[in-house]
């Protein structure tokens, strides 16, 4: 059971928008910046959006993500078949003193 | 350009002691944190503990602290994972991660490296 609550699995068809959300608690996405990361199938992990809702250098624009209160979401938009990949919420906990993970979204491109 | 290259594959017996490495290039490798994380198979992403290579000050997920010993060696730019005694239960990808906040909330893991594959079976 993961800290972090995502929806397992989303879907689009190329060139629609779709958006992954994250809940959490008071205690990590309540009061610490949210980040998202990208596996790709077979390959590590890749920060995808950090802050909220900044994007690191190579990062597409379509990439862009928000947080209110204690939820967070990513959205896609102009869906590729390359953007078909697991996708994870983080926040650092206060109360555990750590990292904690959503437990992914498995994004399938139509 | 920044990399973390970690130690290849492992197939261990239960019981058997297990010591995984992840070595940085491309940046001060002693001025960031260095996390691991595991992946079960098929499952997500789960913190275990960072340390601080300059001075190897460590932290450790309450779920994984006493099950691993987390390491590092500034002088030749190496983080490492070990275990005294494997389980069947450890059977995981491990990967280790550069943390880039500039204060553990705020959470940030830029480079990560390619995984360890553990596999521990009889």
């Known amino acids: 059971q993961s800290v972090l609550t995502q929806p397992p699995s989303a879907s689009g068809t190329p060139g629609q928008r779709v958006t992954i959300s994250c809940s959490g608690t008071s205690s990590n996405i309540g009061s610490n910046p949210v980040n998202w990361y990208q596996q790709l199938p077979g390959t590590a992990p890749k920060l995808l959006i950090y802050?909220?809702?900044q994007r690191p250098s190579g990062v597409p624009d379509r990439f862009s993500g928000s947080k209110s209160g204690t939820s967070a979401s990513l959205a896609i938009s102009g869906l590729q078949s390359e953007d078909e990949a697991d996708y994870y919420c983080?926040?650092?906990?206060?109360?555990?003193?750590?990292?904690?993970f959503g437990g992914g979204t498995k994004l399938t491109v139509l | 350009e920044v990399q973390l290259v970690q130690s290849g594959a492992e197939v261990k017996k239960p019981g058997e002691s297990l010591k995984i490495s992840c070595q940085g290039s491309g940046y001060g490798f002693y001025g960031y944190w260095i996390a691991w994380v595991r992946q079960m198979p098929g499952k997500g992403l789960e913190w275990m503990g960072i340390?601080?290579?300059?001075?190897?000050?460590?932290r450790y997920s309450p779920s994984f602290q006493g099950q691993v010993t987390i390491s590092a060696d500034k002088s030749i730019n190496t983080a490492y994972l070990q275990w005294s005694s494997l389980k069947a239960s450890d059977t995981a990808i491990y990967y280790c991660?550069?943390?880039?906040?500039?204060?553990?909330?705020?959470?940030?893991?830029?480079?990560w490296g390619q995984g360890t594959l553990v596999t521990v079976s009889s």
């Open positions: 340390i601080y290579p300059d001075d190897s000050n460590t």
């Open positions: 991660a550069r943390f880039c906040g500039r204060t553990f909330g705020e959470l940030c893991f830029d480079f």
């Open positions: 983080a926040a650092w906990d206060d109360s555990l003193s750590g990292p904690v």
């Open positions: 802050n909220n809702n």
